[in-house]
């Protein structure tokens, strides 16, 4: 085996290469604008960019290329050769400190959700120097941002960077008040990944998975995941050696790939990294899902990112485990050995249950997508109610707080902040839910509601805000205070008396919780379409104008495209459905028909042969074929008025509304042909073909 030290992190235009490879003082200088947020002037960037292209040659690079993340969900490049000609017919190569700093791709082909026709085509990528630049293919590859020319924020990275100097900024107050050395913090995420790898020959023979990365038919095999025997199962030979490949090809490119194992469903897998800071981790994680695409093929696999790939079966999510840390190594939302540092984690675990209750509808828009939406809450994944699980331990102590002098029962004992010691939540006490959507486990959150194929980005800009902005209600209050420390418990007392009602710790898939969060007054938005609306409601806007991460016209265009990208989805998905039927279902099983035709023939020649069995094994699948053919139509006609809908939200509904049941009603019958129609016939694997071939 390769010596993994010497492998991790070879392609990566790292720290410790840096310190190597740059002048101490353009190091410095670097450093120093990282530290302070500014802009790196050009004399010290055209010394970055020509160690980094001499660094990037001697690994195999010819090309350069600014790495952004559109609204589209996915990583967009495009290269440039270094190659510049030296005026006597050759070349030499050359990178300068202004191509590194900023790039100008045409904006044009990217979704804008309307901020293109006020502003110009032209976009702008610029350098983000805190994710560290890397060599893939042939290319160096630098991490950037993507905006208008007039500024807008065009991408997935730009909010992000602007979210975490929200926190940093609010968190910062509180910390200086409570007297801490810190000087700056970061939120650290680990993003787990499930994903499903199938055989890449059965997948080419399914138009909709190629199309759509999901089936859009499928009978229930006859063994699906009852046995529970896949979940940490031994893991097979083929994709033994992809998980083992995969974490080469990350530990290169300076990934912490870390856990792999199977997951619920057959053919389902999950690979965890170890956690950093937000934005490099949100980079990394764009990467881990474009070389798990990449690589199965080497291995003749294929890698299903879809948050629902298959009806019946578990779905695949992306777990988002959140916490704050700060510049000395402090993790905040860990318990600590003093009681002043558990007044300081009991304050700001009452900032996030705060934003949790406030902003609930974010942190459901945050995961809303069509892939999502077959999977929230379909008894497997956590349901479209936002609540918190804090274990019982963590929430018997902030009763005794809330109580405080009314306190009665014997078995607790009243918890004064700043007084007493809280215990240590050891992960197993406070991880036995796998129902809830955000989970506290021991020293951070587990944000569980994103779908595998999302950019952790929106989750993460919409929790580092809403912590923000509770964050900076305390401090508002505590900056004006003589007594810090009787200011905090009000303000702890207080958060937990008015936010209370989002603690859960009980099962959240069950009908009574349904019933019971409506009690409480929770939302419950089941839908994309029910949700995204409350994205441009009044105190988002606001919360989100305060703390300049996004302007109005930023959240008009990104619900635009949001609400855009849902019903396209729903529209290809659509149209691949009643392709899929009239050219290969309906035939197949006129032929089959045909077949069992000919078969009643046969037996009525001879006279006396029981024939009753095979007539009405033709009227069923007749009556089923003559379904599918108006299934089909509805479904036709359904998708034609997808064109009438007015605006993107008239279309979102109507998708939901029109489209997605008549998609479901031809789906129950074609499903039912795969049952009555011979296997030689059928024109595609099926789900067991698919599941259990690996
Ligand atoms: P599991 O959920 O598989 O039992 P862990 O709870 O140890 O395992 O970790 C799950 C994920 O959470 C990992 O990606 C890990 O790196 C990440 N994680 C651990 N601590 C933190 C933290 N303080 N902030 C963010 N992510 C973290
Ligand atoms: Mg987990």
Not at 66 to 91: L, Y
Request: with cysteine.
């Amino acid at each position: 085996m390769e010596n993994i030290k010497e492998i991790f992190g070879s392609m990566v235009f790292n720290d410790a290469v840096m310190q190597e490879r740059l002048p101490r003082s353009t190091y410095k200088a670097l450093k120093n604008c990282l530290e302070t947020d500014t802009p790196l002037d050009l004399a010290t960037a055209n010394v970055i960019a020509n160690a980094m292209k001499d660094w990037a040659i001697e690994r195999g690079a010819t090309h350069f290329t600014h790495w952004f993340q559109p609204m589209t969900g996915v990583t967009a490049e495009k290269h440039d050769s270094f190659i510049t000609p030296a005026g006597d017919g050759t070349v030499i190569t050359e990178f300068r400190g202004k191509e590194l700093i900023k790039g100008e791709p045409d904006a044009s082909s990217f979704p804008s959700g309307g901020l293109r026709a006020t502003f110009e085509a032209r976009g702008y990528t610029a350098w983000d120097p805190s994710s560290y630049a890397f060599v893939k293919d042939d290319t160096l590859y630098i991490p950037t941002a993507f905006c208008s020319y007039g500024g807008e924020a065009l991408d997935k990275k730009t909010p992000l960077l602007r979210s975490i100097q929200a926190l940093d900024r609010q968190a910062m107050r509180i910390l200086r008040l409570l007297g801490s050395d810190a000087k700056s913090i970061n939120t650290t995420v680990g993003p787990e990944q499930e994903y499903f790898l199938i055989d890449r020959e059965l997948y080419l023979k399914r138009r909709d998975l190629v199309i759509t990365g999901k089936t859009l038919f499928g009978a229930k095999p006859p063994k699906g995941q009852e046995l529970e025997d896949h979940y940490f199962g031994a893991i097979k030979t083929r994709v033994h050696e992809y998980m083992r490949d995969l974490d080469f090809e990350l530990w290169k490119l300076g990934i912490h790939a870390k856990t792999e194992h199977n997951e619920v469903a057959p053919a389902q897998h999950e690979l965890a990294p170890i956690f950093g800071g937000a934005n490099v981790a949100t980079d990394h994680n764009q990467l881990t899902m474009e070389m798990m695409r990449r690589l199965a093929r080497k291995h003749g696999l294929v890698c299903l990112l879809h948050e629902k790939p298959f009806a019946g079966i578990n779905g695949s999510g992306k777990h988002n485990n959140w916490s704050i840390s700060t510049d000395t190594g402090v993790n905040l939302l860990e318990p600590g050995k003093t009681p002043a540092q558990n007044a300081q984690f009991l304050l700001f675990l009452c900032a996030v249950i705060s934003a949790v209750d406030d902003y609930q509808d974010l942190l459901r828009i945050s995961v809303a997508s069509a892939g999502n939406d077959h999977r929230l809450g379909a008894n497997e994944a956590p349901p479209a109610i936002i609540s918190m699980f804090l274990g019982d331990e963590l929430t018997e102590i902030l009763e005794s707080i809330e109580h405080e002098n009314s306190y009665t029962d014997r078995k607790k004992s009243l918890f004064e902040v700043g007084v007493h010691y809280l215990p240590s939540f050891a992960k197993d006490s406070t991880d036995r839910n796998r129902t809830s959507p955000f989970a506290f486990t021991g020293n951070k959150f587990e944000f569980r509601m994103p779908g595998s194929s999302m950019s952790i980005s929106g989750p993460n800009v919409v929790l580092n805000t809403i912590v923000a902005e509770e964050l900076c209600r305390f401090a508002d209050v505590m900056e004006c205070s003589d007594d810090v420390p009787a200011t905090m418990t009000t303000l702890i007392k207080n958060a937990i008396t008015a936010h209370k009602r989002i603690i859960f710790n009980g099962n959240n898939y069950s009908d009574e919780w349904v019933a019971e969060a409506k009690r409480r007054g929770l939302l419950n938005l089941t839908s994309t379409p029910d949700a995204l609306p409350h994205f441009l409601d009044r105190k988002n806007v606001d919360l989100f104008t305060k703390h300049k991460i996004f302007t109005k016209e930023e959240m008009e265009s990104r619900y635009e495209i949001l609400s855009e990208g849902y019903c396209k989805t729903i529209n290809i998905e659509a149209l691949t459905m009643t392709d899929m039927a009239r050219s290969q279902i309906i035939p197949a099983a006129g032929e089959y028909l045909a077949s069992l035709g000919k078969t009643y023939k046969a037996a009525c020649m001879c006279p006396g042969a029981p024939a009753a069995r095979i007539s009405d094994a033709i009227v069923k699948l007749s009556g089923l074929l003559d379904r599918a053919y108006a299934d089909a139509d509805a479904l036709d006609s359904a998708i034609a008025g997808i064109k009438n809908c007015s605006d993107v939200t008239v279309m979102s509904k109507y998708c939901r509304d029109s489209v997605i049941p008549a998609m479901n009603k031809l789906r129950i019958t074609a499903d039912m042909l795969e049952q009555n129609v011979g296997a030689k016939y059928w024109p595609f694997p099926t789900y067991s073909d698919l599941l259990f071939n690996v």
